[in-house]
């Protein structure tokens, strides 16, 4: 068990670039989600997948962000035309199948800053 | 899922046992209450969970009140690695995708 890995750990970027952020989940498990999490804040969802579909998506979820899951293994989440608004740490977790627990692992996050 | 209250902060010295409350007065019977803890520059972390009866793990344990309107999470004895901010998250059981909403949570202090 490698736990679930995020990269990169940081990212700094321009307004108005794109950046993708890379999610590797524990291997055997197929539900993965990412949330976002602005300083003095719990994380909020933005969305989930079970294997490669994509289920539920927030409506934090504005028509910049997109995620994949194009295999059911890594995912990406992609913002296009950065804000400052999206200056966040952005965590990704993943949890198996079955039981009474919702227990989700999660990542290091990958904090971008915009400027 | 219920909405959760807890406490801003608290604090605590080392090695004595710590309280954290938790309000989650519109729980329905299925809702499962999950603790979950964010140690500084960290992702969550799943701390323990429970449903009706108290619970104990290596790391704590649950005492959820007999009208499951309240919980209490208890870590026996505190250490200068359990400052972090801990979550209650009440989560709908039989919910298929389990995601979490996390409020503000209980910053703990810990005193050597």
């Known amino acids: 068990d490698t736990g679930v890995s995020q990269n990169p750990r940081h990212k700094i970027t321009k307004r108005g670039q794109n950046v993708t952020f890379r999610c590797d989940p524990i291997?055997?498990?197929?539900?993965l989600y990412w949330y976002r999490q602005t300083l003095g804040q719990g994380p909020e969802f933005l969305t989930y997948f079970q294997n490669e579909a994509q289920l539920e998506k927030s409506r934090l979820l504005s028509d910049r962000f997109s995620a994949e899951r194009p295999k059911g293994s890594f995912s990406t989440l992609e913002i296009q035309r950065t804000e400052q608004g999206d200056s966040a740490m952005y965590l990704c977790?993943?949890?198996?199948?079955?039981?009474?627990?919702?227990?989700?692992?999660f990542g290091p996050g990958t904090r971008l800053t915009v400027t | 899922d219920a909405k959760t209250t807890q406490p801003n902060s608290m604090e605590s010295n080392e090695e004595e046992p710590v309280h954290l409350p938790c309000n989650h007065s519109t729980i329905s019977g299925t809702d499962y209450i999950h603790w979950y803890r964010q140690l500084p520059s960290q992702g969550p972390e799943y701390v323990i969970h429970g449903l009706t009866s108290n619970v104990n793990n290596r790391m704590a344990s649950l005492a959820i009140a007999e009208d499951r309107k309240s919980s209490t999470l208890i870590l026996h004895r505190a250490t200068l690695r359990d400052a972090a901010v801990y979550y209650c998250?009440?989560?709908?059981?039989?919910?298929?995708?389990?995601?979490?909403?996390f409020g503000q949570g209980t910053i703990l202090t810990v005193h050597p």
């Open positions: 291997s055997e498990h197929n539900r």
């Open positions: 998250i009440s989560i709908a059981g039989g919910t298929s995708y389990g995601k979490l909403t």
């Open positions: 977790a993943s949890r198996r199948d079955g039981g009474h627990s919702y227990e989700q692992y």
